[in-house]
């Protein structure tokens, strides 16, 4: 008897009339939201969501290069020197200097390394770099060097999404992302928001440049290095360009169709992202063909082969980019987690990367950009002052690292913070991640608090409910 009232209940409930009588209200919100949305929109397509927009107030700059260093460059090999940490090579840290702190993978209290480059004063501004990046030092007088950055992650992927995304956590839209987001795209034939990869790619993948809750079309676009720069960007055979123009708009009447009625913005960002792939046939050949460019152009980046994948080449793309109207260039190049083999292995970082790096900022400056383009150099965390790896290798470091900066309303020829004695902990204007992410946003023309996506009930933004305006980096 109670097995068969039970059954006869479970029926009840899973029954067309109850969902109908029970879930009424629910189906006629779903209904009564689709019908706002279709009148809202009066039947009509939406405006392209990478149509370009205002900020909120007078931007200093209206685009960013991001030249991201992933694996963690050494900041007491490149940019912040340290003789008192050379005189104690050797020696243990102080105690106090270690109270409270956790390393990623070393014993913390090992002995201290001392730094294994000299340093020399660069420029009129005399700041001082490493014999590794003479390229750096002569663009000294146009970067400011902030050496007090902090970061609260300690391993490479949680640390670079925090980076990049404002959070450890995966789903957060990315700094590229918010940047398109809130400016639009002025590119007609290229997507606003391009990726460049070299050496290993990076341990935090696509969350670095996705765009989380955002919609799909403020995503970055990875170019490929070698065949088609975006994959089956070629027709297959049989298919010629007048079919696939008429088989796309056939795809997009309907597509339109369907935004009309349910205004649902993927519809509208796949619409987006099938038109950018057709205009990407004629217009991403073109932008990696690197013909046009100068003896004297491949010379000052270190290219000798035009068809040779890697960092240099993906400056000078990324350069080809910002001139088209991209709007966010970010080039990856995860190489600089030098655990051990540290002398060896970052003096090839350096002669990989720091010619390029600075002819991408005087090619920009020459051509008229850097006053309106924002450039970035940097990775994740920083090194530790204590050894890893024999005696010649650095662990990670989130207390203080270091990274620079150029081009539209950024003060040149300065050095911002200060670190101790061993590079071990920011005693001078901390710049947080969160800090920088605040005042590059500031920069493009926005209030990182106002610039905001309401997503699962609440309003999200880059710098979650932190970040300060830096000022002392401002021109």
Known sequence: MIAHDIHAARARLLSRRWFFGDCGIGLAGIAAGAMAAREASGGIAPPSPLAVKEPHHAPKAKRVVYMFQAGAPSHLELFDPKPELARHDGKLPPADLLKGYRAAFINPNSALLGPKYKFQPYGMAGIEMSELVPHLGGIADE??????????????????????????????????????????????????????????????????????????????????????????????????????????????RLNDMAVGRFG?????????????????????????????ESKETLARYGITDPSQAGYARNCLLARRLLERGVRFVQLFHEAWDQHGGLTKAIKKNCDDTQQASAALVMDLKERGLLEDT??????????????????????????????????????????????????????????????????????????????????????????????????????
């Open 264 to 292: 649902d913005p993927e519809t509208a960002a796949r619409i987006q992202a099938y038109e950018m792939a057709y205009k990407l046939q004629q217009s991403a050949p073109e932008l990696m063909n690197l013909a046009d």
């Open 143 to 252: 970067i400011c060097l902030v050496r007090s950055m902090q970061t609260d992650a300690v391993n490479h992927a949680p640390a670079q999404i925090l980076m990049n995304t404002g959070s450890q956590q995966f789903g957060r839209p990315s700094f590229g992302s918010w940047t398109l987001y809130g400016l639009g795209s002025e590119a007609e034939n290229l997507p606003g928001f391009v990726v460049l990869t070299s050496a290993k790619g990076t341990s935090g993948g696509a969350s670095n440049y996705g765009s989380g809750f955002l919609p799909t079309a403020f995503g970055g676009i990875p170019l490929r290095s070698s065949g088609d720069p975006v994959l089956y960007l070629s027709n297959p055979r049989g298919i010629d360009r007048d079919t696939q123009r008429a088989s796309l708009d056939t795809l997009n």
């Open 374 to 475: 924002i450039v970035v150099w940097g990775g994740e965390f920083g090194r530790t002052p204590m050894v890893q790896g024999g005696n010649d290798g650095r662990d990670h470091h989130n207390r203080a690292f270091s990274m620079w900066l150029a081009g539209g309303g950024i003060k040149a020829g300065h050095v911002h913070g200060k670190t101790d004695d061993f590079g071990f902990n920011v005693v001078e204007d901390a710049v947080h991640v969160h800090d920088l992410n605040a005042t590059l946003l500031h920069l493009l023309g926005f209030d990182h608090t106002r610039l905001t996506y309401r997503f699962q009930g609440r309003d999200y933004r880059l710098t979650d409910v932190h970040g300060h305006l830096v000022k002392g980096i401002l021109a």
